[in-house]
C-alpha cells in the first residue's frame, strides 16, 4: 500500500516567521490534498493538487507538486496563531481505487509570539 | 461548517456493545467514505460507498459494517466493541469522482468503549 512520509512531525514557529511541511510518496500520486486539523476536531479542506509542477495558494498558504508527483510541500509565509494546528497531507495513489486516500502522521504547529 | 453532518459527536459505551453512527454527506455527493483516526494508527481508510454500493474496502475489521441508503446517508455500525475501538470516526462525501473534486470531512465521532 502506499506510504506518506510527512516531515517535520512537529515545529515550533515564531509568529511572522515562514514554515515549510513536506510530504513524500512512495507511489506515483493521483491527487494530493492538504487538510488541517485542530486537535480532536475535524479535517479543514485546504488545497488539491493533480498535476505535476502544479502550485496553488491562498491566503497565506503555498502548496506545491513536484514533476515526478511524489513530493508535495505547503508553505505558511508569515505564520499567524491562526495557522497553529496539524497539517495532513492525503494521497490518492494513481493505482488504486479512488476514495481509498492514505494519510501522512501529521504535522504539529505551534506559533509562539 | 463543512456541509457532512456527522451524528452523534461522542458516545461512549461499554465493550461488547454495538454502536451505529451516522453521516449525512454534502448536498449532491453520491460517495461516503468512512476513516478511523486513532493515536496509534493515524487516519486510514475503512470503506467508500459510491450511490449506494460499496466501492472499496481498506482495513476495517468484520465487527464492522457500514451502508448507504437510497438518501445517501450512510451508517457505520461497529459491533462487539473492544477498548482498541476508540477513536475518531470520520466520514467524508464527494461527488462522482472524489479524486478529482477533492474530499469533504464531516467533524466526526469520538467513540470511547470502556
Known amino acids: 500500500s502506499q506510504e506518506l512520509e510527512q516531515s517535520p512531525q512537529s515545529l515550533i514557529v515564531q509568529e511572522g516567521k515562514n514554515l515549510t511541511i513536506n510530504c513524500t510518496s512512495s507511489k506515483t500520486l493521483y491527487g494530493l490534498y492538504w487538510y488541517k486539523q485542530k486537535y480532536g476536531e475535524g479535517l479543514i479542506f485546504l488545497m488539491m493538487l493533480q498535476k505535476g509542477g502544479e502550485e496553488k495558494s491562498h491566503e497565506k498558504i503555498t502548496a506545491k507538486l513536484d514533476e515526478k508527483k511524489q513530493q508535495s510541500s505547503l508553505h505558511i509565509t508569515a505564520s499567524q496563531p491562526s495557522h497553529a494546528g496539524i497539517y495532513l497531507c492525503g494521497a490518492d495513489s494513481a493505482t488504486d481505487s479512488w476514495g481509498k486516500l492514505q494519510f501522512g502522521a501529521g504535522t504539529q504547529v505551534v506559533v509562539t509570539p | 461548517d463543512s456541509g457532512v453532518t456527522q451524528t452523534p459527536k461522542h458516545l461512549i459505551t461499554a465493550t461488547g456493545q454495538r454502536v451505529t453512527l451516522r453521516c449525512s454527506p454534502r448536498?449532491?455527493?453520491?460517495?461516503v467514505y468512512w476513516y478511523q483516526q486513532s493515536l496509534d494508527q493515524g487516519l486510514q481508510f475503512l470503506i467508500h460507498y459510491y450511490n449506494g454500493e460499496e466501492r472499496a474496502k481498506g482495513n476495517i475489521l468484520e465487527r464492522f459494517s457500514a451502508q448507504q441508503f437510497p438518501d445517501l446517508h450512510s451508517e457505520l455500525n461497529l459491533s462487539s466493541l473492544e477498548l482498541g475501538d476508540s477513536a475518531l470516526y470520520f466520514c467524508?462525501?464527494?461527488?462522482?469522482?472524489?479524486?478529482?473534486?477533492?474530499?469533504?470531512f464531516g467533524s466526526g465521532t469520538r467513540l470511547t468503549v470502556v
Open positions: 467524508a462525501s464527494s461527488p462522482r469522482g472524489g479524486r478529482d473534486y477533492g474530499y469533504t
Open positions: 448536498s449532491g455527493d453520491l460517495s
